[in-house]
């Protein structure tokens, strides 16, 4: 007979299976004699301690696995957590079934491990490791989201993670991610030609790269070449990734360029995959079924996202819009892939009652109203944006009580935060308002805040008063730099509530600014010889100033 590993181990298993733990207790011990270097024989061993409720034995043996001889056997960090339980530390069982989710998020016994934790949870009163293993997990998240620039792109801070990622790429060549989200923000500066190229770039390198090829067939969709799109879909048509977060990517970019069908069959089956469905799949899988004029499927997946109290407005809302179109056969709906109510519509009708003379009636309506509020918390960066200067347009008690609880919230970036402060300025709302920054909270007198802080809005706004001051000063006409800086806040506030209008060629604001303070002030001033000096057209220094003379009049100075 030949008396080694195997053959106790064998003998092991059929006292186990004969249910005599002490038999197989002496087989299991004897295989660590025999291989003694060998971590299996050792988590058997420790099982069948387990099993006889020796659960520090067990551990003894599990930690040994861990600590001297495997520690990539991470199912023991799952055996450890199961004797934990049974010996009622449930916070350290708590802290080793994270620590297997963990390690091992995908492995054998990540189900059971889930429901353990549940269970934890919900009958034995824990949370405490799962509330620190989540914030650990949220600054890790939060560190490689800032790394490869995710963190400046979710919170619409596109400038500055263009500036952030070509810093990135300069010094890590190969990070793909970083060149990918890059793209991104190139695309959403409006580098259009910067962003084809480097996806194209990275595409060179990685064909396969499927950020890169859905980056590059939105692109060229943005572009509009037709003859190209078919070639930059078709990868993308063939193409169901595995991972969550990159078949959404793929469905999601498949209904932007307008192929509907195939997104809905891609989202289709990362629904089958995935259970329970996530509110923003089910709403893609019904706005790729309502662009194929797919109502009853559409319906359906609306109908559940419905059952979501956080989303039950939006599911209401294209419910109703298909009931509509159900009734015209003509009707094509154009649902955007984003789980997000279309504020932008409310807004355009918004836009339209501001030019009725019943404003009052306007500010009244509640359903207007709630648009906007909602907006205010669950839309995008440009929505948000809209809904900021509405509400300076309103200017009632409400709105600035909405615009106060939004520069306080931590999860909206400085961006926002900057317009809701300048928003409040607009509207003269007086005492503090609570800001949260990354340094902390703190408390900050409106009245107190520098009018001029509008100019962070955009650079060129503070370049045309910087040139304007420095014009006067050299012209020795000091005096009228207070009022000339005046009538510039005057006129950005008012712009502020107006989103379409732009400052465009800084030659020609400078000018006109410069014109319209000296002719007020009774300096002598000749429109051709300034247009002379700054290289512009004398009819567009005259039509600046006449929009800024508007803006004066209009505020009463």
């Known amino acids: 007979m030949n008396f080694d590993a195997a053959y106790f181990f064998e003998r092991g298993v059929r006292f186990l299976q004969r249910n005599d733990l002490n038999k197989a207790l002496k087989a299991f011990r004897k295989t660590v004699e025999y291989e003694p270097n060998n971590p299996v024989n050792y988590c058997n061993l420790a099982g069948v301690y387990s099993e006889m409720g020796d659960f520090e034995a067990s551990n003894e043996l599990l930690e040994h696995v ?21 010996m009622g530390e449930y916070d350290t069982a708590e802290e080793y079934v994270l620590r297997y989710l963990d ?128 070639a930059a879909a078709e990868p993308l048509r063939k193409v169901f990734p595995l991972h969550y977060d990159l078949a959404m990517k793929v469905g999601t970019t498949l209904g932007i360029i307008g192929y509907h069908a195939d997104a809905l069959e891609t989202f289709r089956r990362l629904i089958r995959l995935t259970t329970p469905a996530e509110p923003v799949l089910i709403h893609a899988t019904a706005a790729a079924a309502a662009n194929c004029r797919n109502w009853s499927v559409a319906e359906r997946f609306w109908q559940m996202l419905a059952r979501e109290t956080d989303y039950q407005a939006v599911a209401d809302h294209y419910l109703q819009r298909v009931a509509e179109a159900r009734k015209d056969d003509t009707t094509t709906l154009r649902v955007s892939y984003q789980l997000d109510l279309p504020v932008e519509e409310q807004l355009a009708v918004v836009k339209d009652k501001l030019k009725d003379t019943k404003l009052e009636a306007w500010r009244r309506d509640p359903l207007l109203r709630a648009s906007l509020y909602w907006g205010l918390r669950h839309g995008n960066h440009e929505t948000r944006r809209r809904v900021i200067r509405a509400l300076a347009v309103v200017a009632d008690e409400d709105a600035e009580k909405a615009l106060r609880l939004f520069v306080g919230r931590p999860d909206i970036d400085e961006t926002l935060r900057l317009h809701a402060v300048v928003a409040l300025k607009r509207i003269g709302a007086r005492g503090s308002v609570r800001l949260v920054a990354a340094d902390g909270e703190r408390e900050v007198s409106i009245e107190q805040i520098d009018p001029d802080v509008i100019f962070d809005l955009n650079p060129s706004w503070r370049d045309v008063w910087v040139r304007t001051e420095e014009w006067l000063h050299k012209e020795h006409l000091q005096r009228l730099v207070p009022e000339a800086k005046r009538l510039w806040l005057t006129y950005l506030y008012d712009m502020f509530l107006h989103v379409h209008r732009r400052i465009g060629k800084a030659d020609i604001w400078v000018a006109g600014l410069i014109y319209i303070t000296l002719r007020y002030f009774g300096v002598p001033v000749v429109q051709r010889e300034l247009a002379e000096e700054f290289v512009v057209a004398a009819s567009s220094i005259r039509k600046c100033s006449a929009r800024l003379e508007q803006s004066l009049l209009t505020s009463g100075i």
């Not at 995908?106 to 405490?128: K, P, Q």
């Not at 914030?135 to 790394?147: G, V």
């Not at 499927?210 to 190209?228: S, T």
């Open 103 to 230: 390690a091992d998020p995908n492995g054998e016994y990540a189900d059971d491990a889930e429901e353990m934790l549940s269970v934890l949870l919900d009958e034995f009163g824990g949370g405490r490791a799962f509330e620190k293993w989540q914030e650990e997990k949220r600054k890790l998240d939060a560190q490689q989201a800032t790394k490869d620039g995710r963190y400046f792109l979710e919170n619409g801070q596109f400038e500055a993670a263009v500036e952030w990622l070509e810093s990135v790429i300069e010094e890590e060549p190969e990070n793909y991610a970083a060149y990918n989200n890059l793209c991104l923000a190139y695309y959403y500066t409006g580098q259009h030609d910067k962003a084809l190229s480097l996806a194209d770039d990275v595409l060179h390198r990685q064909p396969d790269n499927i950020h890169a090829l859905c980056n590059r067939a939105i692109l060229v969709k943005h572009f509009g070449w037709r003859d190209a799109l078919d």
């Open 66 to 86: 861990l600590c001297d001889l495997d520690p990539n056997m991470t199912e023991c960090q799952f055996y450890l957590a199961n004797n934990y339980a049974n």
